[in-house]
């Protein structure tokens, strides 16, 4: 069964950093793109930035740029979201998800993880 797992979320106060990680399982997704998303309550979920399978092509949503820097490792099969100065509208469940890049381009994914909450105090 193939499955993505966050990690790396918690509770943070503004200003701070967290490292979010994203391993899957059941097969290897070195072919894939791969992106991580957000959904805060009772809003939308929305794509925050996504990587292409090398490791190029990256996406971010403006309002992270210049402060979230989304990498990946191929040979231990992992994604990271550095997340710096975080602020209180980040607070969120952030997802992992792969598909090719035009399906994360479009907000849609082949497989999801089940989230690690962020939460961002003032």
């Known amino acids: 069964q193939v499955q993505l797992v966050e990690s790396g979320g918690g509770l943070v106060q503004a200003g701070g950093s967290l490292r979010l990680s994203c391993v899957p399982s059941?097969?290897?997704?070195?072919?894939?793109?791969m992106g991580w998303f957000r959904q805060a309550p009772g809003k939308e979920r929305e794509s925050v930035a996504h990587?292409?399978?090398?490791?190029?092509?990256?996406y971010y949503v403006d309002s992270v740029k210049g402060r979230f820097t989304i990498s990946r490792d191929n040979a231990k099969n992992t994604v990271y979201l550095q997340m710096n100065n975080l602020k209180p509208e980040d607070t969120a469940v952030y997802y992992c998800?792969?598909?090719?890049?035009?399906?994360?381009?479009?907000?849609?994914?082949?497989?999801w993880g089940k989230g690690t909450l962020v939460t961002v105090s003032s």
């Open positions: 998800a792969a598909a090719p890049v035009w399906k994360l381009e479009i907000g849609r994914g082949d497989y």
């Open positions: 059941g097969r290897t997704f070195s072919s894939y793109a």
């Open positions: 990587i292409g399978p090398s490791g190029g092509n990256t």
